[in-house]
């Protein structure tokens, strides 16, 4: 910074609180140091819970970065970065009329900048009135050519939906506008968010505060969305288009799907078809009629924009120049992202709008003109022995606050300052390339950013590093104050523009620039208070009422990828209960003195059955005493041990499916799995054999508790329909796949005809498919092939048995195959009629095992061939699991690019 | 010149593609110098769905969208053209280079073709290699002619040693490529110089070796420079792989900033694999057309141009 003192947005210059924030301190001095910090704990824990991103390191205090030494501004994105948000507790508040005074201004710019993408991409007067440099047009990056229909305009009604601008308040106390975030615009959803749990969090903070709220916002956004969904006869849907839980702004797009009522959808879920949209779902493709882009704009088209790559959907630009599809926004607006647009935006008002700007920018100097060049020999790099104290002559270009900068260095700094301090090279293409601050740069990095700047100066911008103003926030010791940047969004309701009353501020560490770079990684924010005021009394927006909705039972837009989500999640649930289960059987077994022969056959088969299902590696128990063999069961616990395996593939689920799983169930999953892991880590990997059994023991309840709460969760959270019925789907198909193996593995033993054994057999079949109660209370202790075979592959009142799974499964294809018409398509129908035939078809062989038993004299000779057959029948079993994931899973595969040849090679031959 | 010209691109996939989507740049457009007489496309299977349009260059484009299994993806577009280029005006009266720069940065239009597509990026060598042609002073079109004729002289022609992967400076370093190349090498010493410079594509006109008859489909792609001499004089076709100004023997399908903006089959399909590419081109001049018989079996030709796509 330059010397000059920002302007605190709580105190006056004289050392006094400003009045709207008179009430709030006191509440803040009632409340405690102390218990604010606790209580911004509780606001990451609950922001954690609703994005499903982890909560981040130390929260209450925002991370140092070390940008005030590295060369670039940003905070590096090194590879341990945190991504995540934290709100703080103590809000930015704005009184009414400042606001009043924000809203015209950004309702203007957005105006603006609408005018000036119509002219870009219409007649470009900005080029015949030499109103832009051509570069700025031709080589921004936002700028894109796509095609336009015979008879079409090139034009939409509008480009801009949805806007957020970014603004900072100077020195003199006027907002500036940092930057403009138009393509994706996003932080509405946290917005909204960081309110919901301040009132929650700190109700005392909200009371007899007159504040504006945020809902009536969110209301009119959602209308103009429906409005333009239900032009149709079906109505539509809308959707939200994600990169996914990978990209930085998943827990954004996981609140703003919610709020709004639209499907999180990847690309991968959607599909053009006949020239409309589809989200793919589990019962077929569903139309979209709106789709909210929150992903590259320049990747949303293979078809036709440069992206490279085949990522996004092809035709949909297609479908939306066809009026199929509403895109919000237009992927042209990134178009006004670009930096080097700032200087000329005040005669671009005059010219497009007639108007003078309401909101000024941060100075910034395009380098590629006269004016630039002069900057840049001058200012930026001047000739290496020249003293920087030399007062630089300030051309005449609108530059707010410019000249007075340097002359303050020079007072209370006796060190030489670098030139150029206080300026930043940003590219004036299109953000996306890091920004230099030249007050940090040592002199090697100096001459190669001079080397690069002077090679294609047009291609950069010089903007001032703002003196941002700073806001009380919470630290580690008291209340600190810190600059702020402050995000505002405006939506367009079909006639007008709104600006949400509110908004995010993000709160930068000490020592960190406040620049044009959008944020990566961890980010510190505030909720945003707008008081209210009789004077500036808010616009009334007439309540619409959507049509009455149709009454529907079914969770008819489960998307395809969602529902392979459940799917697995149902699958890996049952893996680690099965194993678990499997661990408990044996750890009975080896809890006695040394084993009799008898008994240790019976563990060699466990041990078997261990490796099979993966539990174990390939030790070789069975020359092993009893102590013996419980050290080596100890590996089972390690961290990557195939429990701890399931659990983090368990927790890797959740993310995605932050919007279809209760709180409580979320919480549930990854803090017990956690949990789990944890003691896992600091179990003691040596000691006496009695203590790894009981370890052992100990973790096996956990793990069978695990699983056996998050299914009585899930029937009695969620609806049956939907992520349930996959989640069930894929439980029905590990279990009976379980116990198919278990019966061969068991069956299959050599000496199986020697008296005596197939009996062991048969009560260590009972054992691991937990049916050893049920079976005494049908038949006593008389233990014979038929009756047990029976109860663990036929009875299909038997939870545990492969009967009771694939009856299940048979019935819950069914039900989607008779959903009515209105639905599910036909076909979809069909194929689920199919696949519940095949879930049949299984039992039907299995009921033939059984009665082949039966009626043999020597059942236990019979018994002794079943391996093989059963070994098919869980192949039958994982091909029927394979079927359902093609049936309704299956996200369309990845396309190819063909005629701009991904391999390299030329299409067509050329002379 | 009136031509004939039909361009027919084949693929044959090894497995059937389920989805498809295709751009297509396989028609000629109209401008100062050509004018398309008629035109039509055809294409088998049948598109789901068919839009035509421009492009932002204002070249003619298809788009055409596939929902069913095929294996195989046929499109013949034929057009018949009428082509007479203006005579190059006098070299020594066009502007300096200089000045025609300083124009081009300032015109709405050409100034587009001052910046690199994302095939074509500048390269200093290539900058230097073409600033051997323009020193101080000299006027636009001479440093244009002995640039055209240079690289003609200097560079073999061959091909499959190029990809779309070679660079302009990897060109200039092996001094031997294909007309894609070429043009390419000068577009970008061209831009690296502050003169607009652009992608045309287009086909030429081949002759049969004497004594022998032409082949069907024996024509090609080409592709040549697109120069601007400043608002008075406009545009003008270099071939630099023939070492001639574009004048009779040339029909243009359209133009861009490189390869990227005008490849004339672009798509994205779902499935396939194992897929084979045939592309065959005849230009003829239309009289010759009609009394060689192996070309009317082609058919294609409307027995009436259909007035609506008369351009």
Request: aromatic share 6%; net charge negative; hydrophobic share 40%.
């Amino acid at each position: 910074m330059t010397g000059t003192i920002p302007i605190d947005e709580m105190v006056d210059g004289h050392g006094g609180v400003r009045p709207h924030w008179r009430r709030l301190l006191g509440v803040i001095s009632d409340i405690g140091h102390r218990e604010l910090v606790a209580r911004g704990q509780h606001i990451a824990l609950a922001l954690s819970d609703q994005t499903g991103m982890p909560v981040p390191a130390e929260p209450g205090r925002p991370p140092v970065t070390s940008s005030a030494t590295s060369p670039s501004a940003a905070p590096s994105p090194d590879a341990g970065e945190t991504h995540g948000v934290l709100c703080d507790p103590i809000p930015l508040i704005l009184p009414a009329s400042e606001f009043a005074a924000l809203e015209a201004g950004v309702i203007q710019r957005v105006r603006l900048l609408e005018a000036l993408l119509q002219d870009v991409y219409g007649d470009r007067t900005v080029l015949t009135e030499c109103l832009l440099p051509p570069a700025l047009v031709w080589a921004n990056h936002g700028f894109l050519r796509g095609g336009t229909p015979d008879g079409d305009s090139p034009l939409p009604d509008r480009f801009f939906s949805f806007y957020a601008v970014d603004l900072v308040r100077g020195a003199d106390g006027q907002w500036q506008v940092l930057a403009d975030r138009a393509a994706r615009a996003n932080g509405a959803g946290l917005a909204l968010e960081n309110r919901r749990q301040m009132t929650r969090i700190l109700p005392e903070f909200f009371a007899g505060q007159d504040l504006r709220r945020l809902t009536p916002f969110l209301d009119l956004w959602q209308e103009s969305l429906q409005d333009d969904g239900l032009t149709g006869t079906s109505s539509p849907g809308q959707a939200l288009l994600t990169p996914g839980p990978t990209g930085p702004h998943w827990g954004e797009h996981v609140i703003l799907a919610r709020e709004l009522g639209c499907a999180l959808a990847e690309a991968g879920d959607l599909t053009v078809r006949e020239g409309a949209l589809w989200l793919k779902t589990v019962r077929g493709l569903r139309r979209v009629g709106v789709l909210l882009i929150r992903q590259n704009a320049d990747t949303v088209d293979p078809l036709e924009l440069e992206g490279q790559g085949t990522a996004g959907i092809a035709g949909l630009l297609d479908a939306a120049r066809g009026g199929a599809v509403r895109l919000m926004n237009d992927p042209r607006v990134g178009f006004v992202e670009a930096p080097g647009l700032t200087p000329f935006l005040e005669p671009l008002s005059r010219h497009l709008l007639g108007e003078e700007p309401l909101l000024g920018n941060v100075g910034t100097i395009w380098l590629g003109d006269e004016f630039g060049s002069r900057f840049l020999d001058e200012t930026l790099f001047p000739p290496e022995p020249e003293p920087p104290q030399t007062e630089c002559p300030q051309p005449e270009q609108p530059q707010p606050e410019q000249p007075r900068q340097e002359a303050a260095g020079t007072e209370t700094d006796p060190a030489p300052v670098p030139p150029g301090s206080g300026w930043v090279i940003a590219p004036a293409l299109g953000l996306g390339k890091p920004v230099h601050r030249l007050a940090t740069l040592d002199a090697a990095a100096r001459r190669a950013l001079e080397a690069t700047v002077r090679a294609a100066p047009w291609r950069f911008v010089a903007c001032r590093e703002p003196n941002s103003s700073v806001a009380p926030t919470v630290g580690e010791k008291g209340i600190v104050p810190r600059p702020v940047v402050l995000r505002l969004f405006a939506a367009f309701d079909g006639t007008d523009w709104a600006v949400l009353p509110g908004g995010m501020a993000r709160v930068l560490a000490e020592g960190e620039a406040v620049t044009i770079e959008p944020i990566a990684g961890l980010q510190v924010t505030k909720d945003v208070w707008v008081t209210a005021d009789e004077r500036f009394a808010p616009r009334e927006h007439p309540v619409m009422h959507a049509p009455p909705l149709p009454i529907r039972r079914a969770q008819g837009d489960l998307p395809s990828r969602a529902a392979d989500d459940f799917f697995w999640l149902g699958r890996y649930l049952e893996q680690l209960e099965g194993a678990a289960r499997l661990l408990h059987v044996v750890l009975a077994h080896l809890s006695g003195p040394d084993p009799s022969p008898r008994e240790r056959a019976d563990l060699d088969v466990l041990m078997r059955q261990m490796r099979v299902a993966g539990v174990t590696s390939e030790a070789a128990f069975s020359g092993y005493t009893v102590s013996g063999m419980i050290r080596e069961l100890a590996s089972v616990a390690s961290t990557d041990g195939l429990f701890a395996r399931l659990l983090r593939k368990i927790m890797r689920l959740v993310p995605e499916l932050t919007d279809r799983l209760t709180r409580e169930m979320r919480d549930f999953i990854t803090h017990q799995a956690h949990a789990i892991l944890r003691e896992m880590e600091s179990r003691s990997t040596r000691g006496d054999p009695a203590r790894i059994r009981d370890f052992l023991t100990g973790m096996t309840r956990r793990l069978l508790s695990y699983g056996a709460t998050l299914s009585g969760l899930a029937s009695e959270n969620m609806v049956r329909s939907g992520g349930r019925q996959f989640m069930d789907i894929g439980r029905r198909i590990e279990r009976s796949s379980t116990v198919l193996l278990s019966c061969a593995g068991i069956l299959e033993q050599p000496d199986m005809h020697q008296r005596g054994r197939m009996e062991a057999a048969l009560r260590l079949m009972l054992e691991l498919c937990d049916s050893v109660i049920t079976y005494r209370s049908r038949y006593f202790s008389v233990v014979q092939p038929a009756p047990v075979l029976d109860l663990l592959l036929l009875d299909d009142d038997n939870p545990r048995g492969a009967g009771f799974q694939l009856a299940t499964l048979r019935d819950s294809l069914l039900e989607l195959a008779s959903e009515d018409e209105s639905t599910a398509p036909a076909a979809q129908r069909a194929a689920s009629a199919e696949l519940a035939a095949s879930a049949g078809d299984v039992l039907d062989m299995l009921s033939c095992l059984v009665a082949s038993v039966m009626k043999e004299p020597d059942q236990d000779r019979a018994a002794a061939v079943l391996p093989e057959a059963l070994r098919q029948a869980q192949a039958s079993v994982m091909q029927l699991s394979g079927a359902i994931g093609r049936c309704y899973f299956s996200v369309l595969n990845s396309p190819r690019l063909v005629g701009i040849g991904e391999d390299g090679t030329l299409d067509e031959a050329a002379t | 010149m009136i031509y004939r010209v039909r361009h027919a691109t084949s693929y044959t996939y090894g497995r059937p593609v389920e989805l498809a989507s295709h751009v297509l740049h396989v028609t000629p457009r109209d401008f100062p110098g050509q004018r398309v007489l008629w035109t039509r496309l055809d294409c088998d299977p049948l598109p789901v769905r068919r839009r035509e349009g421009t492009d932002h260059f204002g070249n003619r484009i298809f788009w055409l969208f596939h929902e069913a299994p095929h294996d195989r993806f046929d499109i013949v577009s034929t057009s018949e053209v009428e082509v007479l280029f203006d005579p190059l005006p006098p070299p020594e009266a066009t502007p300096s280079w200089e000045d025609t720069a300083i124009l081009a940065a300032q015109d709405p239009d050409a100034s587009q073709y001052l910046f690199d597509g994302v095939m074509c990026a500048t390269s200093p060598a290539v900058g230097a290699y073409a600033a051997q042609s323009f020193p101080p002073g000299r006027t636009v079109l001479e440093g244009l002619l002995d640039l055209n004729r240079r690289v003609f002289s200097e560079f073999r022609f061959r091909s499959g040693v190029s990809s779309l992967r070679t660079t302009v400076a990897d060109t200039l370093a092996r001094k031997e490529g294909v007309c894609q190349d070429f043009t390419h090498l000068m577009l970008s010493g061209l831009r690296w110089l502050g003169l607009p410079a652009r992608y045309t594509s287009g086909y030429i006109r081949t002759r049969p070796p004497p004594g022998q008859k032409r082949r069907l489909g024996a024509d090609v792609s080409h592709a040549w420079v697109g120069a601007w001499l400043g608002p008075e004089y406009g545009w003008i076709g270099l071939d630099p792989t023939n070492g001639i100004v574009v004048r009779d023997e040339h029909v243009v399908l359209g133009w861009g900033r490189d390869y990227a903006d005008i490849s004339p089959v672009r798509g994205l399909i779902l499935g396939g694999g194992g897929d084979t590419l045939r592309v065959g081109v005849d230009l003829v001049p239309a009289d010759e057309w009609d009394r060689d018989p192996a070309l009317q079996a082609l058919g294609a030709v409307p027995p009436c141009p259909e007035p609506d796509i008369i351009t």
